[in-house]
């Protein structure tokens, strides 16, 4: 089975434009969770989505959105891109809404810089 | 906020020498999770432990969660150049609430 999927793994952008990542959780899973890694941090959390509900939000500010789609799939849009966004963006996916109690599984993550 | 501190950033250990990972959290856990991180990849879920006072191992990895469930450690015994990489401890406060991680520790493996 396919772990979980994100796209693209790279991604170039420049100060002020906006930015769309996709993530696909595992098979069955129904829960997708967003966090941003800058270089030498660990993950910060950003959102939390199941059944396509908003379960959780992080310290991000409003240029940060998400939704989850039918199919559980996911995406995180960026909108007024500033340099501080450059980071790992990882997506991961669990079962059930109560990520507390359960493993993340991670994708391999977009890579993105800005300009 | 919640907030979950690691000691030390960062560790370089002969091959065969063993490695131990400190977590802190300003507040009580319900439960803790570790993570590991190779350079280049994601983080991989490796356990999770819940009671207070809990020791789990896994071959030549223990990882324990401390009796007031605020903090936790993975040790690992005579460390090999697979365990390169970054360990991360994450932790929450309830049900259902958000996983706050560490900022990691970076094992390097000298053979």
């Known amino acids: 089975d396919a772990g979980v999927t994100q796209s693209p793994t790279h991604l170039i952008k420049t100060r002020g434009q906006h930015v769309t990542l996709r993530c696909s959780p595992i098979?069955?899973?129904?829960?997708v969770s967003w966090y941003q890694q800058v270089l030498g941090q660990g993950p910060q959390f950003i959102f939390q989505?199941?059944?396509?509900?908003?379960?959780g939000r992080g310290n991000f500010p409003d240029r940060f959105s998400a939704r989850q789609f039918p199919n559980y799939s996911s995406e995180l849009n960026v909108n007024a891109l500033l340099l501080g966004d450059s980071a790992l963006y990882l997506c991961a996916s669990t079962w059930t809404g109560d990520t507390s109690n359960q493993p993340q599984h991670f994708g391999d993550g977009t890579r993105l810089s800005i300009l | 906020g919640q907030q979950v501190m690691q000691i030390p950033q960062y560790q370089h250990v002969q091959e065969g020498e063993d490695f131990t990972t400190y977590c802190n959290s300003s507040?009580?856990?319900?439960?803790i999770q570790w993570y590991k991180q190779r350079p280049g990849g994601h983080p991989v879920f490796l356990i999770q432990l819940v009671k207070s006072g809990e020791v789990k191992k896994q071959k030549r990895l223990t990882f324990q969660f401390g009796e007031a469930k605020k903090n936790s450690s993975l040790h690992i015994t005579a460390t090999q150049t697979t365990d390169v990489g970054t360990y991360f401890c994450?932790?929450?406060?309830?049900?259902?609430?958000?996983?706050?991680f560490g900022a990691g520790t970076i094992l390097r493996v000298k053979s």
């Open positions: 098979s069955g899973h129904k829960s």
């Open positions: 989505y199941y059944e396509k509900e908003e379960r």
């Open positions: 507040t009580t856990l319900s439960n």
């Open positions: 994450a932790g929450t406060e309830g049900y259902g609430n958000k996983l706050v």
